[in-house]
């Protein structure tokens, strides 16, 4: 029994968000007091990963940073909504989405980086974050498991917000962001339909109580 008690507890840990902000802390300090190389080796740029194939830089690039406010940011968001998701859908299903999202804003960013012919290269996990705001918007639709102050429209305003912040503020890859947001979207309904179909639940109706009270 007590076994079986510390396993619920670990499978409670949010341990892959940890995880992540873990080694994106690590990885800034030592962009900041290591070789500068490691900044040039995993930014994203067409150059790179389309004439020299150098494809793992859609990992690399999302555990990179610009500078401490980038890193902040994003790490706060990373831990406060990550850590309540991974709570609800499990920790391999939420790192799945997660790299997921963070590729397909990569792959975004990249074709419109080669439409406009800009040869400069992008970093950080602001595409694979905002997937998670994809995500999000897809379990409030789709799951309808409760999540205490989480509604639709709160989780739209949020990522309004975020899309407007990112759209007026200089030096900003939105494409990754537009990227990761739709891929987050369609891969967490795919997900929440998969789990209510293995569940034997019937896929959720509209409902009139989405609205703010």
């Known amino acids: ?4 008690s510390r396993l619920k507890n670990w499978k409670k840990i949010p341990y892959v968000s940890i995880g992540l902000v873990v080694i994106n802390v690590v990885l800034f300090l030592i962009e900041e007091f290591g070789p500068a190389e ?3 080796a995993g930014a994203l740029n067409v150059e790179d990963v389309l004439i020299k194939g150098e494809y793992e830089r859609f990992i690399y690039c999302m555990f990179l940073h610009a500078d ?3 890193l902040f940011n ?3 968001m ?3 909504m990550g850590t309540m998701i991974e709570k609800e859908i499990g920790h391999l299903s939420y790192g799945i989405i997660y790299f997921i999202s963070g590729i397909g804003g990569g792959l975004l960013s990249l074709y419109v980086k080669l ?5 400069f290269g992008s970093v ?3 595409g694979a974050i905002f997937g998670l705001d994809g995500l999000l918007l897809a379990m409030v639709l789709f799951y309808r498991k409760p999540m205490p102050m989480v509604t639709p429209l709160r989780v739209c305003l949020m990522i309004i917000l975020s899309l407007y912040g990112g759209m007026t503020a200089g030096n900003v890859d939105n494409a990754a962001h537009i ?3 739709l891929v987050g979207l369609i891969t967490g309904a795919l997900f929440c339909m998969i789990r209510r179909y293995s569940k034997g639940l019937p896929l959720p109706k509209p409902r009139d109580d989405d609205e703010e009270k």
């Open 115 to 119: 439409v406009q012919g800009n040869p």
């Open 179 to 181: 990227g990761g947001l």
């Open 38 to 40: 490691l900044f040039q």
């Open 124 to 126: 950080g996990a602001s």
């Open 74 to 76: 994003n790490m706060v």
């Open 1 to 4: 029994m007590m076994n079986l």
């Open 78 to 80: 990373l831990y406060f």
């Open 68 to 70: 401490i406010e980038h």
